[in-house]
């Protein structure tokens, strides 16, 4: 994400995401599980795409309950695009979960009481108003057990037209 929405983000998973499971910066999960043999091929992949791919469009939608903690709705058909490009290649090696098409998010809030989610829905809604939101580039991250190691990143470097 750009850098204030992901500041926006942040704040909010320190301000309400239980600190003990809070292990990483605000994200849009486009694959929860990809094997480390496909490590090398996957940064190629995304060293291309990030090279002529420019920033893909993309809104924050809506707010919506998770039961147990609160979440951003993202629409963005452009980065779908690109995340099926990548599943594409990569069709063989995904899991169940990874294998449908994701409802892109950005979770704020998890494993908490249903109230307290409930109670942060309301709070953030009262003065929600979709809005653009700023994608600047792809990342991986290694799961560590809890805490994630950064793999690699590439910003987005197309050029946008219309804009």
């Given amino acids: 994400m750009g850098a204030a929405d992901q500041r926006r983000f942040d704040h909010l998973r320190a301000a309400h995401f239980p600190p003990e499971r809070n292990h990483l910066a605000a994200h849009i999960t486009l694959f929860h599980h990809l094997p480390p043999s496909c490590r090398d091929e996957l940064d ?4 291309t795409i990030a090279s002529d791919t420019p920033p893909p469009a993309a809104r924050v939608h809506e707010l919506y309950s998770l039961g147990r903690g609160v979440a951003f709705r993202i629409e963005s058909p452009e980065l779908l695009a690109i995340r099926a490009r990548i599943a594409d290649r990569f069709h063989g090696a995904l899991t169940a979960q990874d294998r449908g098409v994701p409802r ?21 809604a009262e003065g929600f108003r979709p809005h653009p939101l700023v994608l600047t580039g792809l990342a991986v991250h290694l799961y560590r057990g809890g805490p994630w190691e950064a793999a690699f990143a590439r910003n987005f470097r197309g050029a946008r037209t219309g804009y």
Avoid: C, F, S
Wanted: glycine fraction near 4%; charge should be positive.
């Fill in 44 to 47: 190629g992949m995304i060293r």
């Fill in 104 to 124: 892109l998010h950005i979770t704020v809030q998890n494993k908490v009481v249903p109230a307290e989610a409930k109670a942060l829905l309301a709070d953030l």
